[in-house]
């Protein structure tokens, strides 16, 4: 039996001639930026490192993080995403590289063969004392509970800066009805803008302005967010680590005092909208919806949404009553 | 891309600086009128290729304008393909780009370390008389000045650099400035009658050691007033060019043989060999061959922005073909074909030099298709800063000619596996490159026998403060600070030295006693410090220490990209800290402040992505070891 005719491989494509010299980019024509094209390695090698005195086997590309993850080890992080792609800034996760004049990031160095890491030593928990330091000395950390956590961990205090340092202390940009943007929670981790970038959205609405200290997140020009290129996919609040970027519904309640995750319930759903069928994870309080997340695991969609499957749940709640008028 | 810009629109001006670099836009898609074509087709599907040509676009607009506006953000937008959001993003970065409207005169004067020691406090003191306030407006509002940090004009201290924007942008440098000098040019400016020269190179202010010999002991500085540094006759009489010739003549692995043993290493600041940095890229030329998007890359770093440094300045003022011919060396030997120039924003007669340099190389086949009738391709482009001291590290550099934030990158992976456009690349220092030619010509191994065994040949320093006959010196390496000294003329001021800093805002401070130090890498590195840049700067006993290390620091707060949490707040909590300890109002005892000072300096040296943050310290300790200035 022939094979039927709608396999590929069986079409004959009659393609013009290629004008092969003439349409191929200069070599000096700049590459789109993104990851070092890599030949597909057809059989993952494993490696074997040494983190702490453990010897541990991982495969090929993996960081330190993985590696360090598989012995159980815990470490700190805070511009890491698995679904982003890391810009190593926070630089919460260094540990000890036998031979490196200087810490690196855990988060995204890729193991090589018969490394040797500290993951605890002196310098490694120095930098990251100062480091959380740093952090909570310059921004208002009270809704990004681990980062409360790391700073136990590390006997960070912060207060020995005094009283007059810089922050980032600013008024809430609250400038649209789905979310809000507190910039003085935020630590400049970039995840908000890889988001709206190109590791997600492609819509590219915010970018990092300024320099230095006083380099932030912004829009052109900082104009509001319904003037500037923002969709509402919601996919920035869904990476922020420190609740700069919320929900409004969330917003408003924790403005009211009546936000109390103890008193929620998580349904995981999918979304009704249309056919790509993401999953939504429903946050429900007093049996109202008040905010949707995704999770990150999907092998699809990563935890990206759209704005109807992020923020059009509002015909979920509509009662009957009022229905019936 | 499908962009969504606000409704400012660029005025026909605005338009105009754009156009001027990249012709008309090709559809309305590119911000043309709207023709009926247009809303049939589209065409703007190559979001990305274009984006190199963003900082050019926004130098544009800002020569033209003077600032940039809402409008021109939305127009390069239109016109690259580029979200608004990122264009501002960029533009922002930069220190020399204005984003509220600003006079189109601007007067920066200097205020830092070395003009510090010659006057710089009086000249801004005497601005504020007559002009007002810096950042005020003045000359009835068409013209304002600024405080700025180190213009590189340090041995002509106390500087200043005036631009105008305008249809003909002008820029002229002013050093020694006073506030006469400054005040009248400014009216001049804003008359229309700016000098049409942005600069004199000056050998008896700038280059003492050539007007005393007739330069046969030099290498680097050998051609410098000795000839037109505009004519390639005369440097091809004074030598030039024949090391290229050589270079072809060995062939690319002959040519790097001797490189080799000329043990050469990066002048930049890190001490690389770079035979062993143009090897890496010459032994990926055969995927040249297989793949055509791979390109190789060669990059001079000309960003020069270290507080305390002018030899590169000088360089490329005093012999911009020597910088040219050290670049095609290394583009024949790695294969690159493309190079660029990353010259420092305000260093108007370099970059004017530099490009009449290219220019007549073009017209004389010493640069282009198959240049000096071999098959063998180069050309060079120069690209400006836009004052942004971080720029000057290679990665950072490499996003700022890509047309993004200058942000450095985390290595690895390093420029030689990727690096400009995530292409295999060599970036040398401009010192660097003018040691080759020389280098090739003469052999490798009579340079390594210049020198000391660990560090051979000669090197540039840039001596500066309070020192008799400022200017850019050249020894063999290996002599003593002390010699290096005397040969300057001695110590000027009140005659008695208190300190010396070395290698610049990066480097260390060194007391009097450790003068017999020897200028080598290790010699320097002995005594924990490092020879960097080459700044040799001068502090007499008059001058306030604590006042130098908090410009230092300051300096740093203003240059740090912000990317990394220890560098960001590290450098603004070490200012503050400083400020403290010097106000007498410390935040428990001294001692608890130098404590803290120096945990933080361990942190950002141990966990910051790049040399910024790991070296931001290490002025501020090397002079807490020596004195005890905070007791
Ligand atoms: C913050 C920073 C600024 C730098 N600025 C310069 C510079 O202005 N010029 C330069 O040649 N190298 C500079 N460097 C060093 C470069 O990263 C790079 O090492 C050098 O250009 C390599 O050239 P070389 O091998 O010829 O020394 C800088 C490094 C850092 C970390
Ligand atoms: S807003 Fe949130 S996600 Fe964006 S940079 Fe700040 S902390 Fe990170
Ligand atoms: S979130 Fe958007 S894309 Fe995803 S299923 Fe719902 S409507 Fe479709
Ligand atoms: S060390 Fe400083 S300059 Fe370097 S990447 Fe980090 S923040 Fe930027
Ligand atoms: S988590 Fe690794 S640098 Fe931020
Ligand atoms: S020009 Fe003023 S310090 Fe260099």
Redesign the interface.
Known sequence: MSKPSTDMNQIEINQPEMKSVVN??Q????????P??QAPTRESRSIEIKIDGHSVSVPEGSTILDAGRQLGIETPTLCFLESLTPV?????C?VELEGSR??V?AC?R?VEANMSIKTDSE?VR??R???LE??A??VDLSTAPKMQEYMERYGAQPD???E???TVAQPVKVDNDLYVRDYSKC??CYKCVEACGVDAQN?????????????HI????D?PLP???CVYCGNCIGVCPTGALMFKSEFDMRQAGTWDESKQMQTDTICPYCGVGCDLTVHAQDGKIVRVTSPLDHSVTHGNLCIKGRFGWQFVQIQPAENGK | MDLHLTNAQATAEERAAVDSLLGAPDSSWHGAQRLGADTRSASNGHAGSQRHRLLPVLHALHNRIGWISPGAINYASLRLDIAPAEVHGVASFYGMFSLTERPAVVAHVCDDIACLTRGADKLCADLEKKLGAAGSPCAGGRATWQRSQCLGLCERAPAALVSAAGVKHQERVLAPASADSVASLINEAVAGRMPAAPDELSIQLSVPQAEKQNGSALRLLQRIGHGDAASLADYQRLGGYEGLRKAIALGAEGTLRELSASKLLGRGGAAFPTAKKWEALFLQRNLLQEDFRRAHYVICNADESEPGTFKDRILMEGDPFAVLEGMTIAGFVTGATKGFIYLRGEYPLAAERVQHAIDIANNNNFLGKNLLSKSFDFNIEIRRGAGAYICGEETALFNSIEGYRGEPRNKPPFPTQAGLFRQPTAVNNVETLVNVPGIIREGGAAYAKLGTENSAGTRLFCLCGHIARPGVYEIAMGSTLRQLIELAGGVAGSGKLQAVLLGGAAGAFMAPKELDTPLTFEGTRSIGATLGSGVVMLFDDSVDLRRILLRIASFFRNETCGQCVPCRVGVTRQEEALQRLIAAKPLGSAAQELNLIREMAQAMRDASICGLGQTAASALESALQRWSLFA
């Not at chain 1, 000096?28 to 930026?33: D, E, G, N, S």
């Not at chain 1, 912004?218 to 020009?221: N, S, W």
């Open positions: 191929a980019p070599p000096t024509i700049p590459l789109p930026r993104g070092v094209p190593n800034v926070c630089r919460v260094v200087t810490l990031p995204s890729k310098r120095l930098s004392k100062l480091v740093f952090l000395s310059s020995r800066f005094g007059t340092r810089a630590v400049l819509t590219f609405a915010i970018a990092v302005a300024g320099r230095g200290f006083s380099a912004a829009t052109e020009f104009v003037d500037s290129a």
